[in-house]
Nanobody, 123 residues
């Protein structure tokens, strides 16, 4: 079992920055790809960014390219999402999810999920 706990969400003004953390426990993080998903009110959950187990591949949704950066520290068992130049449309609950080795855009491809952290971008 891979356990995931998100933190770092909050209220931020447009143009500001937040860094989300996804702390893991249980299985070693080394073998898992981690994706950040988000869900806005009334909308489906969507993939934001993914990093594979070897940190070779990092993918981003078009809506966040150039603004968000995903990274991982396997020694700390943590994956990060640095979010800069935040926009109101970035508002939502952010979840991290894990699957073996390789990124996949499908929500149903991830057996392990955190509980989510709320990000609100508003002036």
């Amino acid at each position: 079992q891979l356990y995931l706990v998100e933190s770092g969400g909050g209220l931020m003004q447009p143009g500001g920055s937040l860094r989300l953390s996804c702390e893991t426990s249980g299985y070693t993080l080394d073998y898992y790809a981690i994706t950040w998903f988000r869900q806005a009110p009334g909308k489906e959950r969507e993939g934001v960014s993914c990093i594979d187990s070897n940190s070779v591949t990092a993918n981003y949704a078009d809506s966040v390219k150039g603004r968000f950066t995903i990274s991982r520290d396997n020694a700390k068992r943590t994956v990060y999402l640095q979010m800069d130049s935040l926009k109101s449309e970035d508002t939502g609950v952010y979840y991290c999810a894990g699957r073996r080795r390789i990124c996949d855009p499908g929500v149903d491809k991830y057996p392990y999920w955190g509980q989510g952290t709320q990000v609100t971008v508003s002036s």
